[in-house]
């Protein structure tokens, strides 16, 4: 018997609870900053004529297409498809949805500094300011996702034993 109340069976249950009430809230806000920064980038793409801008256009393009797609995998139940690699797979799509957010981020302050493939931007439009909260909130809720959720790659090793 110990006497150790510090003990892993001594944990409150709603410690686990909150941690993945915490995950899941994490995870759809996420989600939607990811959609959000994709929404923000093809109405550039449409209205502001970004996809006359050689690889500027495309790049645009590819970031809507790439923010729906890792919005999709975020949120879908993937449990029915993958069993028991779900949460190491929506894992790979949060840190995807962070390296969309991060690279987004450092192409805009390359292209206000020095320039993108020729293509330099100027000022803080109302689309850049929108497009710049939703990358830094898709990167900060991922992370937390993470950071509550773990990256599934135990739970992979522990139901393989």
Known sequence: MSTNPTTA???PAYTSRYRSTI???A?????????ATGVVHIQQFYNQDYSTIPTIGTL?????????VIAVGLIAPLGRVAGRYADAIR?????GGIGLGVLSLVALFISEGSGLFGFVENGYRTAIVLAMVAEIAAV???VVFLAA????VQRIRASSR
């Open 60 to 68: 645009f393009f590819l970031n809507f297409v790439a923010a729906v």
């Open 149 to 152: 959720n773990g990256t599934g």
């Open 23 to 25: 995950a899941l809230a």
């Open 140 to 142: 900060v809720f991922l």
């Open 27 to 35: 995870l759809y806000l996420g989600a939607l900053a990811v959609l």
């Open 9 to 11: 069976s001594a944990r």
């Open 91 to 95: 894992s790979a799509f949060a840190i």
